[in-house]
């Protein structure tokens, strides 16, 4: 049965027989063009899902100071911000058994890590710029509706998106084995933020050009059960009334004023900007040469050993250049841990989130006298630039 031909009626009656794809990369190239024979399910607000290409070949490193260390086949991201991790396989290959989903999952745990927004803007506008489309034709196209939203805002949901655990993960060949489809229902009972399906896309020819493809999705039925609407449930942004709240119950008075400083500040010469994670954050933007940069993210988790001020690097460099960024780096105190990340930054171009506790920054006397002085450097140096 499932070598039986497909029908097409027009003026007659024409038989399309099922064909291989010749090549790995052949079949690559198709999705990346038709993105849309992935389309299943629908949006928050109930329109179709429709993917839109970040990159293809999308590098995956495994730490904060690393180069690439794998490929994923295909990254795409929908209007609500979810992305969707593809890996393509034939059916020849024999990894897509079991080996394909271990890969998968690294790709996934790596990139919840080590995707920063800046880097993931950056990936997509380059992809558009190769493909000779315009931006605004772009994110026309991904955002619809929401066409004026900031695209720094999307890609930092996108992030945010990333790092919960709200993602797809899709598993594309001509043929899904049996061994493959059990591992992905059973993956998709256990996993509660992310959704892993099996897409069997059989490919139809017939005379001249003429193609067919029928995809067949697998694991829609127990995506169904855990979540009827398939797709991430709303994320909750923080207040600064809850930032404020969170502060007050941390028992050590110096980080208390430490973390209310850092936002004091920010609300009187930048702006705040409400996080979506699970634990309570606000990134802090400041304005430099003409525009809102993203520079920093202050964090309170559960565990309060755990608060930090975490830098935001990869957007500093894709807004202000690695100039600007290494002066800014340089230009803040040696604290303990964090001195040992901004070492490392160069080394990968001056793309991370490094990070020093809110401990250790209130163990310091002048620690966050230094930082704020350090923004204030960054924003006056850009304006003298300017």
């Keep these: ?70 490929w994923l086949d295909h990254l795409f991201v929908d209007a609500d911000g979810v992305p969707t991790l593809v890996e393509v396989k034939r059916a020849t290959d024999t990894r897509i058994r079991r080996a394909v989903v271990g890969q998968m999952l690294d790709y996934a745990a790596n990139a919840a890590r080590y995707w920063p927004a800046p880097l993931l803007r950056r990936s997509f506008e380059d992809t558009c710029a190769k493909d000779g489309r315009s931006l605004e034709e772009a994110y026309g196209e991904l955002l619809g509706d929401q066409d004026d939203r900031p695209a720094e805002e999307f890609w930092t949901t996108v992030e945010e998106r990333l790092a919960a655990g709200q993602m797809r993960l899709l598993f594309v060949a001509d043929r899904i084995p049996l061994e493959l489809r059990a591992i992905v229902e059973f993956l998709n009972r256990q996993l509660r ?52 709240a969170a502060i007050a119950s941390r028992p050590d008075p110096d980080v208390r004023r430490t973390a209310t400083a850092l936002l004091d500040h920010a609300a009187s010469e930048g702006r705040l900007e409400c996080g979506t994670a699970k634990y309570r954050s606000m990134r802090i933007y400041y304005r430099v040469s003409g525009r809102d940069v993203p520079i920093a993210t202050l964090s309170l988790r559960e565990d309060p050993a755990k608060d930090d001020l975490s830098f935001a690097f990869g957007s500093i460099t894709y807004h202000l250049g690695h100039e600007r960024a290494a002066a800014f780096a340089a230009s803040l105190p040696t604290l303990p841990g964090l001195a040992e990340r901004l070492e490392a930054l160069p080394a990968k171009g001056y793309n991370g989130w490094p990070s020093v506790s809110l401990t250790t920054l209130a163990s310091e006397p002048s620690a966050v006298e230094g930082i704020l002085s350090a923004i204030q450097q960054l924003v006056d140096g850009e304006g003298a630039s300017a």
């Design 1 to 70: 049965m499932t070598n039986q031909p497909v029908f097409v009626l027009g003026e007659e009656l024409q038989a399309l027989e099922r064909a291989e794809f010749e090549t790995e990369a052949e079949f690559q190239e198709l999705l990346a063009r038709h993105p849309r024979v992935l389309d299943f399910g629908s949006l928050a607000d109930g329109r179709p899902l429709r993917l839109v290409l970040v990159a293809r070949e999308m590098g995956v490193p495994t730490s904060t100071d690393s180069a690439p260390a794998y």
């Design 193 to 244: 933020q992310t959704d892993v399906y099996a897409v069997e896309l059989t490919q139809y020819r017939g005379g001249g050009d003429l193609r067919v493809l029928v995809p067949r999705v697998h694991g829609e039925v127990a995506t169904a059960a855990k979540s009827p609407s398939g797709h991430a449930p709303p994320t909750q942004r923080t207040t600064r009334a809850d930032m404020d």
